[in-house]
């Protein structure tokens, strides 16, 4: 194109043009807020960890790339409609990314680069939604970067934030360089050193703050706009069908690169939509925002995408793909060709606007990144200081403006928008992934004003299509984000490890060893008393008065009962802000206090206010030495669909007893039925009936099903007799044998008021996505129902009530000399276990070492039988043995005992017995617990050298205890 047929405009006319009319900026002069006051715990008011004091526009500080930010747009207009919202989204997507990508798109896909555009559309559609439902859930500064380091945790939070601010310096990098390209049309400069010129006013903008521009934005992106729609217009008559069809001869076919050249290209393209969920930042200022924040969004990005496409279309049909895929200014050859002569001068000045426009944006939301990471210590603090005079966080917007010219000087425009694409669309990827963390999670405090349509069908797609769409765009995407996911865990273990302490929501829902390891960091404050009965409410209980009868009954009339209304809140929330009771909660409390007069039982009132509600209870339930923590039975609506149920750890790990209760309006019980198996809890079932039965005045009856003993009815008779001599009052038995075993105990529910059972065995990957038959008969019964478990640690502790025989006596009698080893030495599990079950055949007569082995594996799949403080009790039931048969080893060092363990072991005490021999395995597992794990035993056992010396000092303690 002949520069005769252009306008000569000077850049110093341009360059205030953008300054004057496009070049956006906050108003950074928001006042400091003072920190939040100090206040003092109420006496039944119990809240965790106050908040730190930030500055109050920086805590306003709403998603990147809207030009004005929250802080600014919330004092003056709180009430944004729809139609506003929907101008505020078109003016943060409208990026310089159309004025070069379609040049190279059609030179990687063809005439079939518009559909790249439409394609690309669609598949932000996903993550814009979903950004939507976590902007109402989570109204905080951050966005992408927040939502993912609160969903996964401090180390991805410093690897998505690095991610995210890469993306926008390359946009805003690939903005300047682009706008060279269209300057030199109209003035003969360099365009390097321009783009870094430039840069620097952008810098300097950015420190000194330009305030009140947002509206003249809207008017300057309202006419870049009009400008395209006019193109587009103008140009459809222009259309040359063969082109669109490729049938001239030499054309390439319409998917040039094929699908996978199209997927790559819609990888491409895919950052001109990037400012589609901005809009989700204004969230708090948007009048019903659960409908005007998805409704902008939608009709934001069939605006921009119907613009987008069609310049893409009109390009391809005017041109063939081999005359605009090494142009570096196709719109300006369009407007030229449509227009004539007079298009280029009017192209060039829409994109110096748009472009300086997007590069002063992109420097500013970049800028932030740096900004918000030091808040939360996992960048240097230098990024989070503010100038003195403008308020601005200098030092974060002068690295970002240094980094931003080394891209400009070593990258080309082609690898700057690939990369700049690729970070973004493994963000989005990933906020999808977060959003199902914070659903699976069932966080009391999540409770977004608009949910995304067709969870999780929705995330998962915008997963799966980001993954392939990475995978398309080739090497230089996936080094990118391996480079930059290195570059991420490096900071993070160098200096966000040892600052940051917060815990993601993956975290919180997955095992939680740091609750055992580090007891000091409860996230809660409070003094409390010893408790005998915890009974926790989480707020969606059906009848929280029932719950708490049932916690009255367990802890007796001599107990003491300890009601903890929990409530959970999110980071950004001051715990002191959320010390007053709710109406509901005052209620609540007076209906307790009353019950508890009624029933004469010692009982107290407590709402405790936490960010880490499962990390409140377990304390609570460590600091009180209770013997029972009561909660209400989860439906399954209120546990995840794609996760494991985020309770379970807790439940599994509680250090005390465990009772989960299903109300079923029933309140007199008179008719227990009694579901004890073979396994870890039925002692602690068996007890419990007994005590319940004594305080409702109920009969017990041991109701199971022969499945339980594989169809052999003569050890379900055996066990089943066991389980009633552990009962003080008059019992009765009911073996049940039809042949759908949950259908039969289900129809035997409907004959009592209550069921009592115990918990399942721990099946963490099975529970994912199978009910467990514990579960359906909690579920499906006809009464109320009560399930039960005993910590690990505790080892039937139950068990040692008077008519169990002293510790001494029942070791002594079933220790079998041959099988005690002292400080052998393995290297991991499972040569544990052939070195014990080798250690058991010299006693078990009959039996070889791999038999025993497998039997104990297949126990040890069922539940782990670490005990904690480096113990484990390796057991199995085996028919065909005459008696149960007890041996012991300690090792030399300890090894590592699974996911479930809390600590290393290195004290195995294994037992075997046969099916109708389970009291003798139950008060073996009790004396054992009364002469170990209660006593200081535990290091003269681990210094035992010899087999001899290890008898010795097992049978000297429980002699010394039974003296």
Known sequence: MSRSHAARLSASALMMLALGGCV????????????????????????????????????????????????????????????????????????????????????MTGASLWLAYLLAALLVIPAALTKAELSTAIPAAGGSYLFVERAIGPMAGTIAGLGLWLSLLLKSAFALA??????????????????????????????????????????????????????????????????????????????????????ATVGLVFISYAGVTKIAAIAEEVRDEGRNIPLGIVISLLVIALVYTLVAWVLAGIFTPAEIAGDTTPIATLAHEVFGPIGVPIIVVTAFAALVSMANAGLLAASR???????????????????????????????????????????????????????????????????????????????????????????????????????????????????????????????????????????????????????????????????????????????????????????????????????????????????????RTVSLERRVLALAGERGVNTRFEQVVTRDVRRTLYDRASATESNWVIMAWRDRHRRGHIVRDPMEWLMA?????????????????????????????DALVAHTADDLAALFRADISFVNHAAAHQGDRGAAAAYAAQMQALCEAETRAELLHGPDDVAELVAASARFDLVVLGAPPEKPLHSMFFTTREETLMERAHCAVVRLKTPRAEVHRTLGRGAVEPARSVIAERLAPEAVAARRTVRDKSRLFSEIAGLMATAAPGLSAAAIEQSLREREALQSTAMGQGIAIPHATIAGLSQTYLGVMTLAQPVDYGDQAEAPVDVCFCLLGPPDDRASHLRLLSAIATAVIDSDQLPQLRQAQSKLELVAALQFEVHERSA
């Open 653 to 681: 790990r509680l250090p005390c007893n465990l009772a989960v209760f299903r109300d079923a309006g029933i309140r007199t019980y008179r008719h227990l039925m009694v579901m004890a198996e073979p396994g870890p809890h």
């Open 369 to 583: 990144f740096p900004f918000a990471m030091a808040r939360d210590h996992l960048a240097p603090s230098v990024f989070h200081r503010i100038h003195r005079r403008y308020s601005t966080p200098h030092w974060a917007i002068v690295v970002t403006g240094v980094a931003m010219g080394i891209i400009v000087v070593s990258f080309d425009v082609v690898r700057i928008a690939k990369l700049a694409s690729a970070f973004m669309i493994a963000a989005f990827a990933v906020v999808n992934v977060a959003l199902i963390l914070f659903r699976e999670s069932k966080a009391q405090w999540y409770e977004p004003r608009f949910q995304a349509p067709l969870y999780p069908w929705l995330q998962v797609v915008g997963v799966v299509t980001g993954i392939a769409i990475l995978v398309a765009m080739g090497s230089i995407a996936l080094v990118g984000l391996v480079v930059i996911s290195a570059l991420g865990v490096l900071l993070y273990l160098l200096y966000g490890r040892t600052r940051s302490s917060r815990l993601g929501i993956l975290r919180q829902i997955l095992w939680r060893k740091d609750l055992v390891r580090d007891r000091s960091n409860t996230g809660s404050v409070s003094a409390l008393g010893r408790s005998r009965t915890i009974v926790a409410l989480f707020g969606d209980e059906p009848s929280a008065e029932a719950l708490v009868q049932i916690g009255m009954t367990l802890a007796g009339p001599t107990g003491e009962v300890e009601v903890v209304a929990l409530r959970e809140v999110p980071e950004q929330t001051d715990l002191s802000s959320m010390l007053e009771l709710d109406d």
């Open 178 to 263: 682009v706008l060279g390209y269209y300057l030199a049309l109209v003035v003969d400069v360099p365009t390097t050193p321009v783009a870094l010129v430039l840069l620097v006013g952008v810098m300097a903008l950015n420190v000194v703050g330009v305030r009140k521009v947002g509206k003249v934005q809207t008017v300057v992106v309202g006419a870049c706009l009009a400008v395209l729609a006019v193109l587009v217009v103008v140009g459809i008559p222009q259309i040359e069908r063969l082109h669109l069809l490729h049938a001239t001869p030499g054309d390439p076919p319409w998917l040039a690169g094929g699908w996978s050249g199209l997927m």
């Open 24 to 107: 956006v900026g906050p108003d950074y002069t928001a006042p400091v807020t003072d920190p939040p006051a100090t206040f003092a715990h109420a006496p039944e008011q119990v809240v965790g960890e106050a908040a730190e004091p930030e500055a109050a526009w920086w805590q306003l500080l709403g998603d990147p790339m809207l030009d004005d930010l929250i802080n600014t747009a919330r004092l003056a207009n709180p009430d944004l409609r729809t139609a506003e919202a929907n101008v505020r989204a078109a003016r943060a997507m409208l990026g310089g990314e159309i004025f070069l990508l379609p040049a190279i798109a059609a030179g």
